[in-house]
T-cell receptor
């Protein structure tokens, strides 16, 4: 069984540009989560999808961040326009149910210059 | 704050020694999970312990949960250089998880 995959693994962009991160969850997992870890700090929850619906987006930092999960399969997280403080590692995770074991992808390291 | 807090923040031991990391939280939980992250890689799930459980084992890993003290510990026995990584506890209060800042473990050969 393939694990959670994320693309790209690294992204370096300039302030003001747009970046789109992609996450492919484990097949059959209805729950998909986005997290972010800014340098040296804790892993912070961004949002949670159940199928294509946003169950909880309380962790999204501001309206420059837009997450979608059309069709309830893969998800994208777009940052537009990117700011310096958006740099960090963005993790995606998926699970069968909510509140059970989450399986993480390798993360996308975003650097905003 | 519902944030889990691990301690110590960093731990350095010799190969063969045991490593203990702790995680504290503030309110009642559904379950608590421990994850490992090797440098530059994703998080790997280690153990999930439910609020009605007190201890779980997996190989050289032992996790305890004390709900009266609102704390959990992760013990790695007979450590190896390959155990060098960051370890995170993730607290489940409902549908989502709150992570602590992690403990950076270095196992020296």
């Amino acid at each position: 069984e393939a694990g959670v995959t994320q693309f790209p693994s690294h992204s370096v962009i300039e302030k003001g540009q747009t970046v789109t991160l992609r996450c492919d969850p484990i097949s059959g997992h209805d729950n998909l989560y986005w997290y972010r870890r800014v340098m040296g700090k804790e892993i912070k929850f961004l949002l949670h999808f159940v199928k294509e619906s946003k169950q909880d987006e309380s962790g999204m930092p501001n309206n420059r961040f837009l997450a979608e999960r059309t069709g309830g399969t893969y998800s994208t997280l777009k940052v537009q326009p990117a700011e310096l403080e958006d740099s960090g590692v963005y993790f995606c995770a998926s699970s069968h149910g909510a509140g059970v074991t989450q399986y993480f992808g390798p993360g996308t390291r975003l650097t905003v210059l | 704050s519902q944030q889990g807090e691990e301690d110590p923040q960093a731990l350095s031991i010799q190969e063969g020694e045991n490593a203990t990391m702790n995680c504290s939280y503030k309110t009642s939980i559904n379950n608590l999970q421990w994850y490992r992250q090797n440098s530059g890689r994703g998080l790997v799930h280690l153990i999930l312990i439910r609020s009605n459980e007190r201890e779980k084992h997996s190989g050289r890993l032992r996790v305890t949960l004390d709900t009266s003290k609102k704390s959990s510990s992760l013990l790695i026995t007979a450590s190896r250089a390959a155990d060098t990584a960051s370890y995170f506890c993730a607290i489940n209060y409902g549908q989502n998880f709150v992570f602590g800042p992690g403990t950076r473990l270095s196992v020296l050969p």
